[in-house]
């Protein structure tokens, strides 16, 4: 049982704890190639988040990390087989609450740890801004936290070589072999600006890969995921030890 887990903690110690920043991890359940489990965003996420508070705890920050959130902006994917589909809307409505809890009970700083590529809290930090001025809100996405290059041969961002490294290494018996894995193909866009990332659509998913991968998996091994796993706990860890010291009156230089 960890002190900085709100899973694990009991009433009695917590009532009186002094919390200065507040952890949310949030994932998505949904179809990951045909070798890793509909959990795997929140396998990763729930463990970077649990690991990157173990440092800064362990550094003095006093962080809290609550519950994962499990289910994602899955709006592209409708046809695939239960793929639980949160509505932005809905997160916010989510996000809002658990926000205005943290806001009566003097936790006025929230680290969102997005764990899927689908979710985007940006406008939604933004608008609890407005509504919460006492609350610094800040978001990540722990998939951009690292250069995806000095680790892996391919990328994708789907079920890809770096998902299946990190979960071969954190979660190895929920891998299947990747004699089993797909190629992880992803189609492009037609037009040439949506390539470019200069213009953004939601892709249809069924439509843009055949066995819901993008990212060919089959280099992917658990010594590139430890590897890369621990550059993320770091600099998570890091990034809520600065928030932790922060003053959030007195953020800029
Ligand atoms: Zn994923």
Same mark, same amino acid.
Request: charged share 25%.
């Given at each position: 049982?960890?002190?900085?887990?709100?899973?694990?903690?009991?009433?009695?110690?917590?009532?009186?704890?002094?919390?200065?920043?507040?952890?949310?991890?949030?994932?998505?359940?949904?179809?990951?190639?045909?070798?890793?489990?509909?959990?795997?965003?929140?396998?990763?996420?729930?463990?970077?988040?649990?690991?990157?508070?173990?440092?800064?705890?362990?550094?003095?920050?006093? $962080?809290?990390? @609550?519950?994962?959130?499990?289910? !994602?902006?899955?709006?592209?994917?409708?046809?695939?087989? +239960? *793929?639980? /589909?949160?509505?932005?809307?809905?997160?916010?409505?989510?996000?809002?609450?658990?926000?205005?809890?943290?806001?009566?009970?003097?936790?006025?700083?929230?680290?969102?740890?997005?764990?899927?590529?689908?979710?985007?809290?940006?406008?939604?930090?933004?608008?609890?801004?407005?509504?919460?001025?006492?609350?610094?809100?800040?978001?990540?996405?722990?998939?951009?936290?690292?250069?995806?290059?000095?680790?892996?041969?391919?990328?994708?961002?789907?079920?890809?070589?770096?998902?299946?490294?990190?979960?071969?290494?954190?979660?190895?018996?929920? $891998?299947?072999? @990747?004699?089993?894995?797909?190629? !992880?193909?992803?189609?492009?866009?037609?037009?040439?600006? +949506? *390539?470019? /990332?200069?213009?953004?659509?939601?892709?249809?998913?069924?439509?843009?890969?055949?066995?819901?991968?993008?990212?060919?998996?089959?280099?992917?091994?658990?010594?590139?995921?430890?590897?890369?796993?621990?550059?993320?706990?770091?600099?998570?860890?890091?990034?809520?030890?600065?928030?932790?010291?922060?003053?959030?009156?007195?953020?800029?230089?």
């Amino acid at each position: 049982m960890d002190p900085f887990i709100l899973a694990e903690s009991y009433w009695k110690d917590l009532r009186d704890q002094y919390i200065e920043v507040a952890v949310l991890p949030w994932g998505a359940t949904e179809a990951h190639n045909l070798h890793l489990p509909f959990s795997t965003d929140n396998i990763m996420v729930e463990r970077i988040a649990k690991e990157s508070a173990r440092i800064a705890w362990e550094e003095g920050a006093r $962080v809290i990390v @609550l519950p994962n959130i499990p289910f !994602g902006v899955n709006t592209g994917q409708m046809d695939i087989r +239960l *793929n639980i /589909n949160l509505n932005p809307s809905t997160q916010m409505a989510i996000l809002d609450d658990i926000t205005d809890v943290l806001n009566r009970h003097g936790i006025h700083k929230l680290l969102i740890i997005n764990g899927h590529g689908g979710n985007d809290f940006k406008q939604m930090i933004r608008e609890l801004g407005l509504k919460y001025p006492e609350m610094f809100i800040c978001g990540s996405n722990w998939f951009q936290s690292f250069n995806n290059a000095d680790y892996f041969e391919s990328g994708g961002g789907h079920a890809d070589e770096m998902e299946t490294s990190i979960m071969q290494f954190i979660a190895p018996d929920m $891998v299947k072999p @990747l004699s089993e894995a797909g190629e !992880g193909k992803g189609k492009k866009f037609r037009i040439k600006a +949506l *390539n470019e /990332n200069w213009a953004w659509a939601e892709r249809r998913w069924t439509q843009v890969t055949s066995d819901t991968g993008i990212g060919n998996p089959h280099k992917a091994t658990p010594e590139k995921g430890e590897k890369c796993y621990n550059e993320i706990i770091g600099k998570v860890g890091n990034l809520l030890i600065e928030l932790a010291e922060a003053d959030i009156d007195n953020l800029y230089e």
